[in-house]
């Protein structure tokens, strides 16, 4: 191994080769400007394993809001203007993991955190980022929430740090109940879910719902199962169909709703999906033809939303993302990035606590979507819309998912003054 001091020397004769290689070279250009430093985005994710497709898909979202920041020169601060830089942390789809990315996050000088795809893990980030900032004011963090829709998280166990920006569990409910209760001949539905805090807060508040707007539908089927760890989903799938029911209501997401769904087509099953995320990654191909006029989706925003504003927003995701399997596009995390390059403009500081009182009073608007943030609980607000599985080319269906030829027709658009829900939080703030 060279030392130190042989690396020195050849560094300066590089250097000194350099000056000489351009006569009068020092005298010629003018001094070069020192790029501002980023800002740090710290994407904490499952980026291997059966959730790695999510991740994957997540990234891309942020990446596209990140790079739209900086064409039009990045967040504009007294110091100058800064650029975001996305950097990601693989949580491998587990607590312990996100934690440690979390560590390693804050070593790497990264002060603005990003996940979502577990409400569990959400849960552990949130305490863990709360003792940090009480213990540490010096090196203070905080949570962007894109998925992670558990209620708890903006009611009980809401956070000064912590900001969701997608509908929780419950509000998304109450947006599929709005096409239940208008389904006259349902009479039978069949729940279930993936066995963690969201599963159980989707299936907690279908309970409730249905028995407030349709206490005539019964409900034939009741059961959660592993998160991540079911491979063949026939027995539930068989279940389903000799339950009678004619309607599953589901929260799963990823791979576990995937499976569910293609094995319920296979065993025969004829009956709705109401869904969460039934419209994409994998299940509208895997369901086919099975789903047409019975998938139905919940979402911030559909690629088929009737506007001029929402086609120019989704043909610029595609061209940014042309394969047919990377076409995975959220409106809400595009508003995230937005809302916290504003917030930053506002607070003219990267500082924890002025960010994040600045982000209590994001309010943006993109492609005709405007979202703002509720600062008792910092819930966002925005509209949702209800899709219904399609074929391509039919009336409303201009775009299709992942080349499967299946869109989603929007069937109902809630507004969000009726989205909108009470919170219970009581925030502790600093």
């Known amino acids: 191994m060279k030392s130190p001091f042989i690396w020195r020397r050849q560094a300066l004769k590089f250097a000194a080769a350099a000056l000489c290689a351009t006569p009068f070279a020092g005298l010629a250009q003018a001094p070069q400007s020192t790029p501002a430093a980023p800002i740090r985005l710290a994407l904490i994710e499952s980026m291997s394993g059966p959730f790695a497709n999510t991740g994957e898909a997540v990234f891309r979202n942020l990446l596209w809001a990140v790079e739209r920041v900086n064409a039009r020169g990045g967040v504009k601060l007294p110091g100058g203007a800064r650029p975001l830089q996305l950097d990601r942390y693989d949580s491998k789809g587990q607590n312990e993991e996100a934690l440690s990315a979390l560590r390693a996050a804050m ?41 992670a829709v558990d209620p708890v998280l903006t009611n009980e166990r809401c956070s000064f740090w912590h900001f969701r920006f997608d509908a929780h569990a419950d509000m998304r409910v109450a947006a599929l109940m709005d096409v239940v209760k208008d389904d006259a001949a349902l009479k039978r539905v069949y729940l279930i879910g993936q066995d963690y805090s969201f599963g159980q807060a989707v299936l907690r508040e279908s309970r409730r719902q249905l028995g407030v707007q349709r206490p005539d539908v019964e409900i034939v089927g009741d059961e959660l199962h592993p998160m991540g760890k079911v491979k063949d989903f026939a027995p539930y799938a068989t279940k389903i169909l000799a339950s009678g029911a004619q309607a599953v209501v589901t929260g799963n997401w990823g791979n576990d709703l995937t499976l569910l769904v293609k094995a319920a087509r296979e065993a025969g099953f004829n009956g709705s999906f109401y869904t969460f995320y039934g419209n994409a990654l994998g299940a509208p191909a895997a369901i086919g033809d099975a789903g047409i006029g019975r998938v139905v989706a919940v979402a911030d925003w559909l690629p088929n939303v009737q506007t001029p504003q929402s086609e120019a927003f989704y043909r610029a995701f595609r061209t940014r993302f042309p394969r047919p399997a990377d076409d995975y596009v959220h409106m809400r995390m595009q508003l995230l990035v937005e809302s916290l390059a504003q917030a930053l403009e506002r607070a003219g500081s990267t500082e924890a606590v002025p960010l994040a009182r600045a982000l209590e009073q994001a309010d943006v608007s993109l492609y005709g979507q405007r979202g703002r943030m509720r600062a008792a609980d910092h819930q966002f607000q925005q509209q949702l819309v209800v899709g219904v599985m399609d074929k391509q080319g039919r009336p409303g269906v201009q775009f299709d998912v992942e080349g499967s030829g299946y869109g989603f027709r929007v069937i109902k658009t809630i507004a969000p003054e009726r989205a909108e829900q009470p919170t219970s939080c009581k925030m502790k703030r600093p």
């Open 107 to 147: 070593d790497d000088g990264t002060r603005i955190v990003l996940q979502g795809n577990s409400s569990v893990t959400a849960a552990a980030l949130v305490d863990a980022i709360d003792k940090n900032n009480e213990r540490d004011p010096s090196r203070r963090a905080i949570f962007l929430n894109y998925s």
